[in-house]
């Protein structure tokens, strides 16, 4: 008599796997399709710079639009620049940027969060290069202001602002 583990390899429970070998082959490649249409189909990442006084900020959101390959500051990229934004509500991720940093060096992440259904808005931080010195905080205290801002520029545009979410807004920092 065999044990179960030869018999059914990855399987030491007793326990015999369901269907025959070629239909779970045929399930594997299925689960493994729909994963690779799924990533197809998440890119789906608008991209926006807007400016108002104060502040400028990129924004990334949901579109239904073709991506584009393009250049953003240093970086290839792929993105629906000044797309339309999909129907909402689309609840709103504040994203602060590392020291001596550009809202555009977390594209990937900005473009990740869009693709599940966020708007992203990254000010561009201008006091950075006050950090380390003897007015590091009122650089980082500045940072405030730059994403109360850029909140009130997102909510005030005429194309993302019906499209948001009143509440919850998120916040997360990229040091």
Known sequence: MKNSLTQYPFNNSGMKPIGTLAQRKLGLALVALGMALASLAAQAAGFREIAAPGVKAGVGYPTDAPLVAQR??????????????????????LLSHGNSGRYRNHHLTAQALADKGFVVVAPQHDADYLVGGPKTAQALDHRYLE????????????????QLAPAPVHGTRLW
């Open 72 to 93: 953003l500051g240093p970086f290839d990229v792929n993105m629906a620049k000044d797309a339309p934004v999909r129907k909402g509500p689309h609840e709103v991720v």
């Open 147 to 162: 994403l109360s801002l850029a909140l009130k520029a997102v909510r005030a545009d005429a194309a993302l602002g019906p």
